[in-house]
């Protein structure tokens, strides 16, 4: 299979694993789709087929889930000590780190973003995770409730059993850790079906979770596409738990699909998320802060900082800044150690945001800088700051994921209708304030209905913070300690004394 274009600059580990012939993870075993179907997977850099990958249907789903159930119900992971499972993440963590490169490398085939970029977030964030969450697995604990003499009552935090996730294709291997990591500390297992378009790190996963010593079943990890894979795991009754990351039109399907046997949820979805300058904002953080906040990873984030709001009397100044960024942004191969911003996924994305710019001055907007597809091959587009956009513009109310920025002024004084104006959106993922001012900061973060709020930054991760959303950005939350009740049930045991 060496046929496949690889790009020449890669390692040859790298470009052997493109040219496997590649297999799912199904109750420790790698195995081919059982009808034998592949798909294909595309460099979004070039366009170009660059590896297939097993095609899951209902019937590997079904495998997979069996598979978790048995592992769950009746093998080894549910009576391994928690000090044993902790110590299973903590050492895929290691061979994560040992393989650091290569990851990076296929991250960057797959997905278009920057080598440079997956290597110091992506990466680092997902070794991290797993290795915050290797501690938690000796930290899942009950309390006792003294309620009355007459009974002795205390709770015990249990897994929930199998867990079914599905995953986007925009931080491929991050979100497979978030996912994997806390669901693993809780004692649970799962089958992961990750995105049709960015499959290859999840599958290279695969191989390490096998080297690290998993038991048969633990992990089991699915290629395929939604409505096949996605739909079939979602609805499975004898899947307890499915942990959703997405779009909002698809996690509403997801909790359609739930209820046959009521299986819980949690749902990590869009968002439109402000960033919001104030007068006395330190501009020389706050311009290329806000301009990070919505170009880091291709305007490919759930909390990209997409709605830019800037007081009238700093509007021209953060403007001007802002879109010199945008224009100076080395657009290229993510491969190449140059690049600062990729191609964005696939064809469709681009596409899709290619498509939003139009309506956007359709409808009046202006495009202050970028508004077209760089090159003439791959899925790229300029980064892109659009002014002159209206509350009811499709470019201000829904997720555009991709490089492009709406910009408005405000004028007003008056921190309530700032926040009203910042919190119109049926999403509360995120939000960035900048200020100088400590009272405007607090006050502003407690009038913003969201589940993050960065002050004076964006996009600021740990493992330890909670993620997840308001409004119609979600149910529950990722990563910190809460994520862990994702993936527990709590159980109260009374005794009469
Ligand atoms: P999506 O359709 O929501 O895909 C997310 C995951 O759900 C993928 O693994 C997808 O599988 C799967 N899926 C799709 N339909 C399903 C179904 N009926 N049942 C179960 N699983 C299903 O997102 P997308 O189409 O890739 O992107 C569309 C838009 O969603 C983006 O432009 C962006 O606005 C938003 N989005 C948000 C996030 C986020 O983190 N909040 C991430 C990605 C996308 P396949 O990929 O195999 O179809
Ligand atoms: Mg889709």
């Known amino acids: 299979m060496a046929t496949i274009p690889v790009d020449s600059r890669v390692n040859s580990k790298t470009a052997e694993f493109f040219s496997r012939q590649h297999r799912m993870l199904i109750d420790g ?11 294909p997977v595309y460099n979004p850099a070039t366009g170009e087929e660059v590896a297939r990958v097993p095609e899951a249907e209902a019937e590997d789903v079904d495998r997979a889930v069996t598979a978790a159930r048995r592992a769950f119900d009746s093998g080894p992971w549910s009576r391994m000590s928690p000090s044993q499972r902790g110590q299973l993440i903590w050492k895929l963590a290691d061979l994560l780190e040992a393989n650091l490169d290569e990851f990076a490398e296929i991250e960057s085939l797959d997905n278009g973003k920057p080598f440079s970029v997956a290597r110091v977030a992506d990466l680092p964030l997902s070794i991290d995770m797993f290795r915050y969450m290797a501690g938690w697995a000796t930290k899942i604990t009950g309390s006792t409730l003294p309620f009355s003499d007459a009974f002795h009552s205390y709770t015990l935090r249990e897994p929930i059993g199998v867990v079914g996730q599905i995953i986007p294709w925009n931080f491929p291997l991050l979100m497979a850790v978030w996912k994997l990591a806390p669901a693993l500390a809780a004692g649970c297992c799962v089958v992961l079906k990750v995105a049709e378009q960015t499959p290859m790190t999840a599958l290279r996963l695969a191989e390490l979770i096998e080297q690290a ?17 996605g739909a079939p795991l979602a609805e499975h009754p004898l899947v307890d738990k499915v942990a959703f990351t997405g779009s909002t039109e698809v996690g509403k399907l997801i909790v359609k699909a739930s209820a046959g046997n009521l299986k819980k949820v949690s749902l990590e979805l869009g968002g439109k998320s402000p960033a919001i300058i104030f007068p006395d904002a330190d501009l020389e953080r706050a311009i290329p802060g806000t301009a990070s906040a919505i170009f880091f990873n291709q305007g490919q984030c759930c909390c990209a900082g997409s709605r830019l709001f800037v007081h009238e009397s ?6 001007q800044g802002v879109s010199d960024i945008a224009g100076g942004i080395r657009v290229g191969a993510g491969i190449d150690p140059k690049t600062e911003m990729g191609p964005l996924v696939s064809e469709e994305q681009f596409d899709r945001v290619t498509g939003f710019i139009d309506s956007g001055v359709r409808e009046g907007a202006r ?3 970028g508004g ?15 002014t002159h956009t209206k509350p009811e513009m499709k470019v201000v109310r829904e997720e555009i994921f991709g490089p492009v920025v709406c910009a408005e002024s405000f004028s007003d004084s008056d921190l309530d209708r700032v926040a009203r104006e910042a919190n119109n959106t049926i999403y509360g993922l995120a939000a960035s304030v900048w200020t100088r001012d400590l009272s405007t900061a607090h006050k502003m973060a407690r009038l913003i209905r969201s589940g993050t709020v960065w002050i004076n930054c964006h996009n600021v991760f740990d493992a330890s913070l909670p993620f997840g959303g308001y409004k119609q950005s979600g149910w529950g939350r990722e ?3 809460e994520v862990l009740h994702n993936y527990t049930e709590l159980k109260a045991v009374t005794a009469a004394l």
Do not use: C, W
Not at 213 to 229: K, M
């Open 367 to 369: 495009v202050a800088v």
């Open 29 to 39: 075993r790698f195995v081919p789709a059982a009808s034998g179907k592949t798909f």
């Open 372 to 386: 077209k597809r760089h090159g003439n091959r791959g899925y790229f587009v300029q980064p892109t700051v659009l």
């Open 213 to 229: 010593g998993f038991p048969a079943g633990v992990v089991n990890i699915l290629t395929g596409y939604g409505e096949g894979a």
């Open 479 to 481: 990563m910190g300690e």
């Open 314 to 319: 700093v509007y021209d100044k953060v403007l």
